[in-house]
């Protein structure tokens, strides 16, 4: 059984200029969420996607976006880059069902110049 | 508006002694409480979690409780050893339909000493 892998584990991009990143999930999972963790804070939710279908989104801007395919990967794509979008970016899978822990992955540091 | 607190940025213990680490939390749909680990350049990992019909919930030396009139939760470390020192996520879910959308603390960073 495999675990959530992320790539990149590190980018630099310039201010303005978009970004993908992306994940696969942990085998067996549905569900994948994508959090954002600045400097010091906990991680904080941008959106959910169950089976392909966004499933809940938190308070970040629509230039935030994602994907889920049908083998239940993601990607995370961020377009207009500011600098506070600097910060260390994680995917979760899950079963998706309501109380289920969900499994991180080793997350990408993204870093905007 | 920070709907899980974890007051206590660091805590230092020893060896083989219990770490107690406390989290609060405001919103009263939350039916749903879990601990990650964090090590530095590593995702955070599942320790242990409890839903809100109990009140204490045991894995090995890892034991949390539930108080939901206070609000408040915290993890027990017994005992205490160096592999443990990281930091600390509590989180929460149930606010929304949505299935595992975590609102986390802030983070408390264990040390455990020598």
């Known amino acids: 059984e495999t675990g959530v892998t992320q790539s990149p584990t590190h980018l630099i991009k310039t201010r303005g200029q978009q970004v993908t990143l992306r994940c696969s999930s942990q085998s067996g999972h549905n569900t994948v969420s994508w959090y954002q963790q600045a400097l010091g804070q906990g991680p904080q939710f941008i959106f959910q996607y169950y089976r392909e279908e966004e499933n809940g989104r938190g308070n970040f801007p629509p230039r935030f976006s994602g994907l889920q395919f049908p083998n239940y990967s993601s990607e995370l794509n961020v377009n207009a880059l500011e600098l506070d979008d600097s910060a260390l970016y994680l995917c979760?899978?899950?079963?998706?069902?309501?109380?289920?822990?969900?499994?991180f992955g080793q997350g990408t540091r993204l870093t905007v110049v | 508006d920070q709907q899980v607190k974890q007051n206590s940025p660091s805590l230092s213990v020893q060896e083989g002694r219990i770490s107690i680490l406390n989290c609060d939390y405001t919103n009263s749909m939350f039916d749903y409480f879990l601990w990650y680990k964090k090590y530095p350049a590593e995702g955070p990992t599942f320790l242990i979690s409890i839903s809100s019909i109990k009140d204490k919930n045991e894995d090995g030396r890892f034991t949390v409780f539930l108080n939901k009139s206070a609000k408040h939760l915290s993890l027990h470390i017994v005992p205490s050893q160096p592999g443990d020192s990281a930091v600390y996520f509590c989180?929460?879910?149930?606010?929304?339909?949505?299935?595992?959308?975590?609102?986390f603390g802030t983070g408390t960073r264990l040390q455990v000493t020598l």
């Open positions: 979760a899978s899950s079963f998706g069902g309501r109380y289920t822990e969900a499994f």
């Open positions: 989180a929460a879910s149930g606010d929304t339909g949505t299935a595992s959308k975590l609102t």
